[in-house]
C-alpha cells in the first residue's frame, strides 16, 4: 500500500517568514495530494490540494508542488502568521474511477512566533 | 450544514468497560470514515463506509472493536472492553462520491485508565 513521509516532524519560525513542509509517497498511482490543517481540539481541515496533471497551485500566502518523477510534493506558506500555527498533514492517493482513500503523513507542528 | 458531528468530544472509561463513540456525518455524503490519531502513529484509517456498507475494515486493530452504520445518518465505532493503549483521539470524516475532500468531525478524545 501507499507510504508517506512528511518532514519535518516541527517547524518554527517568526511572523512573516516563510515555511515549507515537505512529503514523499511511494505508490506512483497516487495522483491526488491534499493538505490538512489541523488546530488545537479540532478535526483536520482541508487547505488545498492539487493532481497529478499540474505542478503547482496557488491560493493566496500557501502554494503546493509536485514532482512525480521524485515522488514528492511540499507546503509553502509565505508571509507567515500567528493563526498559522497548527498541524499539517500531507496525504497521498490514488483517484481514480472508483474510491481511493487517503493515507497520511505523521505531520508537521508549525509554530509562528510573533 | 452542521458539518460532521461527533459525542460526546471527551469520554474517560475504566479499562474493560464498552464504549460507544458516535458519528452523524454530512447529509447527502455517501462515504464515512474512522480514524484513530496518536502521537505515535498518526493518523490511522480503522474503517470506512460506502451507502452504510462497510468496505475496508482492515484498519480495525483487534475483534475488540467493531463499527456499524445503521442508516445514512448515523454511526457508532464501539471497542470492548476497552483497554488503556486504546486512548486516543477518534475522528469521524465524510464524502460524497466525485469529490476528493474529507469533511472531519472534532473528534472524542478517548482516555482509558
Redesign the interface.
Known amino acids: 500500500g501507499e507510504n508517506v513521509e512528511q518532514h519535518p516532524s516541527t517547524l518554527s519560525v517568526q511572523e512573516g517568514d516563510s515555511a515549507v513542509i515537505k512529503c514523499t509517497y511511494s505508490d506512483s498511482a497516487s495522483n491526488?495530494f491534499?493538505w490538512?490543517k489541523q488546530e488545537l481540539?479540532?478535526?483536520?481541515?482541508?487547505i488545498i490540494?492539487i493532481r497529478s496533471n499540474v505542478g503547482e497551485k496557488k491560493d493566496q500566502r500557501i502554494a503546493v508542488t509536485l514532482n512525480k518523477t521524485a515522488k514528492h510534493f511540499s507546503l509553502h506558506i509565505t508571509e507567515t502568521q500567528p493563526e498559522d500555527s497548527a498541524v499539517y498533514?500531507c496525504a497521498a492517493?490514488p483517484?481514480n474511477s472508483g474510491?481511493s482513500?487517503?493515507?497520511?503523513?505523521?505531520?508537521t507542528m508549525l509554530l509562528v512566533s510573533p | 450544514d452542521a458539518g460532521v458531528i461527533q459525542s460526546p468530544r471527551h469520554e474517560v472509561t475504566e479499562m474493560g468497560q464498552e464504549v460507544t463513540l458516535r458519528c452523524k456525518p454530512i447529509s447527502g455524503h455517501d462515504y464515512l470514515f474512522w480514524y484513530r490519531q496518536t502521537m505515535m502513529r498518526g493518523l490511522e484509517l480503522l474503517i470506512y463506509f460506502n451507502n452504510n456498507v462497510p468496505i475496508d475494515d482492515s484498519g480495525m486493530p483487534e475483534d475488540r472493536f467493531s463499527a456499524k452504520m445503521p442508516n445514512a445518518s448515523f454511526s457508532t465505532l464501539k471497542i470492548q472492553p476497552s483497554e488503556p493503549r486504546d486512548s486516543a483521539v477518534y475522528f469521524c470524516a465524510s464524502t460524497e462520491t466525485g469529490s476528493s475532500g474529507y469533511t472531519f468531525g472534532s473528534g472524542t478524545r478517548l482516555t482509558v485508565v
Open positions: 491526488y491534499p490538512y481540539g479540532k478535526g483536520p481541515q482541508l490540494d498533514f492517493s483517484i474510491y482513500t487517503l493515507t497520511f503523513g505523521k505531520g
